[in-house]
């Protein structure tokens, strides 16, 4: 079994700054790629950023340049560093790891962008 346990989210203004952390525990044998994704309410879940086990990161356009994805292989830990945040990026954001053909998420963290 793998779990995921996120943390880092919070109540933010328009133009603040929010890092988001994501830790994996159990059977992790092997470095896997790892991502974040968000759900806001009656949407779906979009993806944010990914990276591979090699470090290679992936960015949605409606964050690049705001949002930095990094990975702590010694930690077996994801974090997701938001700056420049906006209104609209207020939703539930999960990270997720991939091992083989198994995807396990993490329970989520609320991230609300409000004045």
């Known amino acids: 079994q793998v779990q995921l346990v996120e943390s880092g989210g919070g109540l933010v203004q328009p133009g603040g700054s929010l890092s988001l952390s994501c830790t994996a525990s159990?059977?992790?044998?092997?470095?896997?790629?790892m991502g974040w994704y968000r759900q806001a309410p009656g949407k779906q879940r979009d993806l944010v950023a990914t990276?591979?086990?090699?470090?290679?990161?992936n960015y949605a356009d409606f964050v690049k340049g705001r949002v930095t994805i990094s990975r702590d292989d010694a930690r077996n830990t994801v974090r997701l560093q938001m700056n420049s945040l906006k209104p609209e990026d207020t939703a539930v954001y999960y990270c997720?790891?991939?091992?083989?053909?198994?995807?396990?998420w993490g329970q989520g963290t609320q991230v609300t962008v409000s004045s």
């Open positions: 990276i591979s086990s090699g470090g290679k990161t």
């Open positions: 159990g059977r992790i044998f092997v470095i896997s790629p």
């Open positions: 997720n790891l991939v091992i083989g053909t198994t995807v396990y």
